[in-house]
Every structure is written in structure tokens, then in C-alpha cells.
């Protein structure tokens, strides 16, 4: 079975504070992506990567920055943490193919104060 | 760009019975694929089932089946014989062909199933 995991379930930081999530897979997957999610939005894409040292902006990229040095290892950046950024972060991987379905970690639910 | 609408934010289903969920996309492409993606007050989001436009069968998965009207661009979900574990938030999903693997989602559906 596909694993994708994330550092952390729940954060708690303090406007300002650089912040780092990270997502590892372990099924040698080429595409990794990182999403936001909130009620009502449903889930909107901030970067992805389709290779190392590949990024992507997505939707909504302003206020994010993404590093991707080895393959299974995707990691979002907040480089100066505001309140409008708590959220749930999803992450999620999948091999290049056309159509290959996505695998999600379990997220990592962000508040920032 | 790519838009998913799901017109229904919150359903609610007795255990045993039928219930549709809705979904509609926006979209010039003739190539693409769509997704019914099952988000469980656990959090983690994993695969319902999976449909290739160019595939006229609609795709089925044992309770889950959907209903494919490519030229009305319509993909509903229907959950046959509702289980309480069938609780969740549903989200439905497209991705054009070649593109990364890029997906545009919907806003979700919350269901809930009574017993």
C-alpha cells in the first residue's frame, strides 16, 4: 500500500514564525503536491512537484514556498506565518502516468495565533 | 480553467438506503479523468472510485457506482445500501489528461448516513 505521511497532525505557531511541514511517500512517486483545505473551499492546490528540484505554482501559491531535494521528501514553507494561513494542509502523491489517482496523507491542521 | 461544482454541501441518508450525490464540471477538453475522492472524520482522503472520459461504461465499485453524462458533464455518485461508516465529506475530482496530474476539486458533499 501507497504511505504518505506528514510530520505533524496539529500545529500551533505565532504570526511571524517560519513554519515547516513535511510530506514523505514511500512508493517512488514522481508528482507530490500540496494542498490547503477549508470549509467551504474545498481543496485548492498550492504547489506541486514532478521531479526533484521541480516545483509548480498552483492556485494559490502567494505566502508558500515548497522544497524538493530528494524524491520522496516534499516540504511547504511558510516563511513568515499569518493568521489567514490556518488551515489544513493536505498532502499527496502519485506516480506520472495519465490518470493516476493521488494518495493523501492524513493532513496536518495548522493554527496560527 | 477547470471548475468542479457540487451543488449539494450537506446530505443526509437512512442506513440501508440509496443516496446520489451530484457533481458537474466545466470544461472544453475531450480527454480527461474524473474521481469521487471519500474524506472520513478521521481526515485522511482515499480513492472512491475513478472514471476515463473516454470509457462510456460507468465505472462501479462494489456499493459505489456512478452515473457518466459526458455530454452534459455530469458525474454522480450513488452509494447503494448506505453503511454508518459511509459517514463522511465526498469529494469529487477532474484531472485533464497530460498535465501533471494537476486535479481541480469540488467544495465537497458532507454525508451522513442515519441509523
Known amino acids: 500500500d501507497v504511505k504518505v505521511t506528514q510530520s505533524s497532525r496539529y500545529l500551533v505557531k505565532r504570526t511571524g514564525e517560519k513554519v515547516f511541514l513535511e510530506c514523505v511517500q514511500d512508493m517512488d512517486h514522481e508528482n507530490m503536491f500540496w494542498y490547503r483545505q477549508d470549509p467551504g473551499l474545498g481543496l485548492r492546490l498550492i504547489y506541486f512537484s514532478y521531479d526533484v528540484k521541480m516545483k509548480e505554482k498552483g492556485d494559490i501559491p502567494e505566502g508558500y514556498s515548497v522544497s524538493r531535494e530528494k524524491k520522496e521528501r516534499f516540504s511547504l514553507i511558510l516563511e513568515s506565518a499569518s493568521t489567514n494561513q490556518t488551515s489544513m494542509y493536505l498532502c499527496a502523491s502519485s506516480l506520472s502516468g495519465a490518470g493516476d489517482t493521488q494518495y493523501f496523507g492524513p493532513g496536518t491542521r495548522l493554527t496560527v495565533l | 480553467a477547470q471548475t468542479v461544482t457540487q451543488s449539494q454541501p450537506e446530505m443526509s441518508v437512512q442506513e440501508a438506503e440509496t443516496v446520489t450525490l451530484s457533481c458537474t464540471y466545466d470544461t472544453s477538453e475531450n480527454n480527461y479523468y474524473l474521481f469521487w475522492y471519500k474524506q472520513p472524520p478521521s481526515r485522511q482522503m482515499i480513492l472512491v472510485i475513478r472514471?476515463?472520459?473516454?470509457?462510456?461504461q460507468n465505472a462501479t465499485e462494489n456499493r459505489f457506482s456512478v452515473n457518466f453524462q459526458k455530454a452534459a458533464k455530469s458525474f454522480s455518485l450513488k452509494i447503494s445500501d448506505s453503511q454508518l461508516g459511509d459517514t463522511a465529506m465526498y469529494f469529487c475530482?477532474?484531472?485533464?489528461?497530460?498535465?501533471?496530474?494537476?486535479?481541480?476539486f469540488g467544495t465537497g458533499t458532507s454525508l451522513t448516513v442515519i441509523p
Open positions: 472514471q476515463e472520459a473516454y470509457k462510456q
Open positions: 475530482a477532474f484531472m485533464r489528461k497530460n498535465t501533471g496530474n494537476q486535479f481541480y
